[in-house]
């Protein structure tokens, strides 16, 4: 049985997505754990094994199903966009989608872009269905320079030299942490006149440098 989920993708990465530049995704495996066996299909759905333990009595015994599905299921993309109402309703002929738009627009004082969050893109707005090829676990250190392009990060620097701050794997991990790796505490120290001074941030649960598995989906465009 093929399967139909939603999925969300940043303005960046739709572009990307809709220049054929992006085949891959990687999303964090939710719970964490410490060691992954194996991934495999059971009843239709994607699971990784992640533990040692007999599956005679219980196949799923510490497995972790995948949410995106397994190869040959389709994910429809969630993107930032906008569209008229008429009658309190969205009007279907009015939608527009902010990765269309030009920075150029963007920046124009006369427009006023009432972006609404891709989290609330309706089924029938959505203009990009993906079909899954692949789903395997990793860390997410372990990606190659291949797959950080596949992942949509240019090959080369714009002047078509290969420079160490352009390399498309550390490109990437700039940006898993931009989405994944946030702050979620700052620690602050007070001085004698109560007066707060920043000592650090805290390393967000799943940055790069704390390397968490991910699932790392691989898909076409159809």
């Not at 279907?92 to 609404?116: F, H, N, P």
Request: with cysteine; proline share 5%.
């Amino acid at each position: 049985m093929i399967n139909e989920k939603p999925i969300l993708f940043s303005t960046d990465m739709v572009k990307a997505i809709l220049a054929g530049n992006k085949i891959q995704t990687r999303r964090v495996v939710k719970p964490q754990f410490k060691v992954a066996h194996e991934v495999f299909t059971y009843q239709g759905n994607t699971y990784v094994q992640t533990e040692l333990l007999e599956r005679d009595k219980n196949p799923l015994n510490g497995c972790i199903k995948c949410p995106y599905g397994q190869a040959g299921d389709k994910l429809w993309v969630r993107e930032a966009w906008q569209a008229a109402k008429e009658h309190g309703e969205y009007d279907k002929s009015s939608v527009m989608y902010k990765a269309d738009i030009t920075q150029r627009d963007l920046d124009y004082e006369g427009c006023d872009w009432d972006w609404r969050p891709s989290i609330f893109m309706p089924r029938k707005f959505s203009r990009i269905t993906l079909e899954i090829t692949e789903a395997r676990v990793q860390r997410v250190q372990e990606i190659s320079e291949a797959d950080a392009i596949a992942e949509g990060i240019p090959a080369f620097a714009p002047n078509g030299i290969i420079q160490e701050s352009t390399i498309p794997r550390k490109q990437y991990s700039v940006l898993w942490d931009k989405i994944n790796g946030k702050v979620h505490n700052r620690q602050f120290t007070l001085d004698d006149k109560s007066n707060r001074h920043w000592v650090k941030d805290q390393v967000g649960e799943y940055s790069w440098s704390s390397n968490p598995w991910v699932w790392c989906i691989s898909f076409k465009r159809i």
